[in-house]
C-alpha cells in the first residue's frame, strides 16, 4: 500500500472516530454499570431491537463463554427486552430512537462506547442471532483463547458467519424464550461459499451459503456478507469501518495467513432463521433501516412467499467445532 492510501485510511479513521463522538448525543443512559468492570474484563458489545425472546439464551450463552460486562444499545424495541436487559447485573444498556441507518447500522453507537469503556480490554461484538464459536470452545472459556492471542502479539480474531437453519418450513421451527436456538435450527451449508480479498482494506470477502442460493439466486454478488472480526484488543484508537467486517488501522484485519498456512479462527452460528424471521423481515422492510435500502429484507420478503425451507440434500447438521474445522470452515491453526 502507498503513503497516500495509508494516509487516507488514516483520516478516514479519524473520520469514524469524530463521528462516533458525536453520535453519543443520541445515547441514553438506562443503567450504565461500566464502574464494576475490572481491568482484564471480557467485554461484548451488541445493539438490538425487539429481541426479547433471545436475550435470556444470549446472555446465558455469552457468560458460559467467560464475558464479564454487556454493553448494549436498545434501538428502540417495544417489546419488553430492554426492561430485561436493565435489569441485569452485568449489562450496561443505553437507549435510542434515533435512525439505525444514519447511525451507520449502529457502528457508530459501538464504535463510541468501545472508545469510552472498552481501551485494553478483548471486546466481542455481535448480534443476539450470533453465537461465537472457537477452537477448544467446548473445553476452555474465551480468556483461554484471549491469553493465546496476547502471548502471540494478535489484536483480533477472525470469524466466518454460518447461516443455521431448520429442516422444514421456518414456520415449524418454533423458538420458546430462553431455548438454545441451535437446537431449533441446526442444520447449515457446508460448502457454496466464494472468498476474494478486498484490496483496499485488506479484509477476505465472503458470501454465500443458504441465503445466496434461496435469496440472492440470480444476484449472487449482492448477497450478505459472511466475513466478521467479532474479537478484537480494543484501543480508543480503532474504529469498525462496515459492522464487524472489517476496522482501521488496516492491520487488524488481516486475520487469515497470507502465505499459505492456517491461522486460527472461529465462527459465529447465524440463528436468524426461526418461526420469528418473517414478522421481523417483515418489520424491518417497513422500516427501511437497514443496508441498500434495505435490498437484503427486499430479497426476504421475495422469497418467503414461495418457500421458507432453506434445508437441501447437501445440508449438514451442527455437532461441535471439530466438525466444522474439518469442514474447513474454521481452524485452530497452531494453538493447541
Keep these: 500500500m502507498g503513503l497516500w492510501q495509508s494516509y487516507r485510511l488514516r483520516l478516514q479513521r479519524r473520520r469514524w472516530r469524530i463521528r462516533a463522538f458525536r453520535k453519543r448525543r443520541e445515547l441514553t443512559v438506562i443503567n450504565d454499570r461500566t464502574s464494576k468492570i475490572r481491568p482484564g474484563d471480557i467485554l461484548l458489545f451488541s445493539t438490538l431491537r425487539n429481541e426479547d425472546v433471545r436475550l435470556p439464551y444470549f446472555l446465558k450463552y455469552y457468560r458460559g463463554l467467560g464475558v464479564n460486562h454487556f454493553l448494549m444499545v436498545d434501538n428502540g424495541s417495544t417489546d419488553g427486552g430492554g426492561e430485561y436487559l436493565a435489569a441485569q447485573p452485568d449489562v450496561s444498556l443505553w437507549w435510542t430512537q434515533s435512525s439505525y441507518k444514519r ?133 480508543r484508537r480503532y474504529a469498525y469501518v462496515s459492522s464487524t467486517h472489517m476496522l482501521l488501522p ?33 418489520e424491518e ?18 422469497g418467503l412467499k414461495d418457500s421458507a425451507d432453506l434445508w437441501c440434500k447437501w445440508s449438514e447438521q451442527y455437532i461441535n467445532w471439530r466438525q466444522l474445522e474439518i469442514l474447513g470452515l474454521m481452524s485452530k491453526g497452531n494453538w493447541a
Design 103 to 235: 447511525a451507520r447500522f449502529g457502528v457508530d453507537w459501538l464504535n463510541w462506547l468501545q472508545m469510552r469503556h472498552a481501551h485494553g480490554h478483548w471486546c466481542l461484538v455481535v448480534d443476539p442471532d450470533e453465537f461465537f464459536v472457537y477452537p477448544f470452545c467446548d473445553t476452555r472459556p474465551v480468556r483461554a483463547l484471549t491469553d493465546w492471542l496476547d502471548a502471540s502479539s494478535i489484536r483480533s480474531f477472525g470469524a466466518m458467519l454460518i447461516d443455521m437453519y431448520p429442516k422444514g418450513g421456518l414456520k415449524n421451527a418454533r423458538y420458546l424464550k430462553g431455548e438454545n436456538p441451535i437446537e431449533v435450527a441446526p442444520w447449515f451449508d457446508s460448502g457454496n461459499y466464494s472468498i476474494k480479498k478486498n484490496s483496499r482494506f485488506g479484509n477476505l470477502w465472503i458470501q454465500g451459503g443458504p441465503r445466496s442460493r434461496a435469496f440472492f439466486t440470480e444476484e449472487p454478488w449482492r448477497a450478505p456478507a459472511l466475513n466478521k472480526i467479532p474479537l478484537v484488543k480494543w484501543d
Design 285 to 302: 422492510l417497513e422500516r427501511r433501516q437497514h443496508y441498500a435500502n434495505s435490498h437484503e429484507y427486499k430479497a426476504y420478503a421475495e
Design 250 to 282: 488496516r492491520g487488524l484485519n488481516l486475520v487469515y495467513d497470507e502465505w499459505g498456512g492456517e491461522k486460527a479462527s472461529g465462527v459465529l452460528l447465524h440463528t436468524k432463521f426461526l418461526d420469528t424471521f418473517a414478522v421481523k423481515a417483515e
